[in-house]
């Protein structure tokens, strides 16, 4: 698929028996692409930044699992489409993953609203991240969820910037309690750059 495919549509999806002939080789495919768009920052987030072709995944996944047919497919692309990038933006599916159940709950009791101190640092210029706002992602009681769903909108020239080779890239958070960050790879970089424009 074209890197400037921007909605996946029912036209892009493989009816299920076709699916399941492809699926082993399509999965590895996928895996591979990923490789090159996930950073761990910090003890327990990592992004897992989004496109056409992860979406597309994620949407044959579910039709897969669920097997709830043509009903099924405009619940997600509602659910997915928002998060392929638009040409001028990143997209990061956030996840703090911590195995224990009582470590996991106090520390996302720390993590009230960082879905709003997420950031992307490009040659020392802050593109500051943007929460989806389907549902929020801090309870009342200041717990943040542990899927965070973010847009990095960028300018022309930060997408400039980015594309540069020697351009330090870093991905993080400001929130008090997880003042985390990392420089991404140029592997990593040069992937995520095919996102834009």
Known sequence: MPAAAKQITHADILPLPDYVKIRADRRRAVVALKKNRRIEVGPHATFYF??????????????????????????????????????????????????????????????????????????????????????????????????????????????AAFRKPETEVIVGFSHPEYPHMSVLPAAMRDSLAQDFD
């Open 50 to 159: 989004e496109n056409f072709e992860t979406m597309l995944s994620q949407v044959q996944e579910m039709l897969y699992i669920e097997k709830g047919g043509d009903a099924q497919i405009e619940d997600e692309l509602s659910a997915y489409n928002p998060l392929i990038p638009q040409g001028k933006e990143l997209v990061a599916t956030v996840m703090f993953e911590i195995d224990d159940e009582y470590r996991r709950r106090r520390i996302l009791g720390k993590l009230g609203g960082i879905e709003h101190q997420m950031f992307v640092k490009v040659a020392g210029e802050t593109v500051k991240g943007v929460a989806e706002d389907d549902v929020d992602r801090t309870t009342a009681d200041g717990k943040a969820s542990s899927v965070q769903f973010v847009h990095f909108p960028f300018t022309e020239a930060q997408i």
